[in-house]
């Protein structure tokens, strides 16, 4: 076999480096539409993780821009301005939803007391997370992003106490609080679907 002509190898090496780079554009909006369509809690609890995800992304393809196309440098330029702009209202959400205040605001109106939840008992968790799933119930279809927000900073709380107290807590009731927990995530993704089909039409 005849070694390919300078002209030939070259001009094959820039096709092979333009459909490397074509192929992660395609990952790249695959990715970015999965983390805004998803719900917004959810990629708030997996911050750091979605962070270092993004960077490491868009790095590469900051480095391989020359070689795609004109429309793929448009599609690339469109999904970056809106996985940061995404990224910007979760990162305002999540910082309202944590102020002192607002947070004990939030767990009032969930819990529907005043509690503090890094000192509740293992026998007081059942009775806090029954309460709080209630509330969800019964407030989650007027809810704002905002309040969904504030709702998983509540159950954050109540999940690290649950975590600190869980050996003081009978096996019956453990299943119990993992049905809960359960429950809430499952709102959280049929709110989103919801979201994303509004969205679609």
Do not use: C
Request: no cysteine; charged share 30%.
């Amino acid at each position: 076999m005849l070694p390919l002509a300078p002209a030939t190898a070259q001009t094959t090496t820039s096709n092979h480096t333009q459909s490397k780079a074509e192929t992660e554009l395609r990952n790249f909006s695959a990715w970015v539409n999965q983390q805004v369509d998803k719900a917004d809690a959810s990629a708030r609890r997996n911050w750091p993780s979605l962070k270092s995800n993004f960077d490491r992304q868009s790095q590469r393809l900051d480095r391989a821009t020359d070689s795609l196309s004109t429309q793929s440098k448009r599609e690339y330029a469109q999904q970056k301005t809106r996985y940061q702009e995404w990224a910007a209202e979760q990162q305002r959400l999540e910082a309202q939803a944590t102020q002192p205040t607002t947070a004990q605001q939030a767990q009032r109106r969930l819990l529907n007391e005043d509690v503090q939840i890094s000192k509740a008992r293992g026998s007081e968790m059942v009775d806090l997370y029954s309460r709080f799933i209630d509330a969800t119930r019964a407030q989650r279809r007027q809810w704002t992003d905002t309040e969904w927000a504030e709702a998983n900073t509540v159950l954050s709380a109540l999940n690290a106490r649950y975590s600190q107290v869980r050996s003081e807590i009978a096996m019956e009731d453990r299943l119990r609080i993992r049905s809960w927990q359960g429950e809430f995530r499952t709102f959280e993704k049929a709110r989103s679907m919801k979201d994303i089909v509004t969205d679609d039409k």
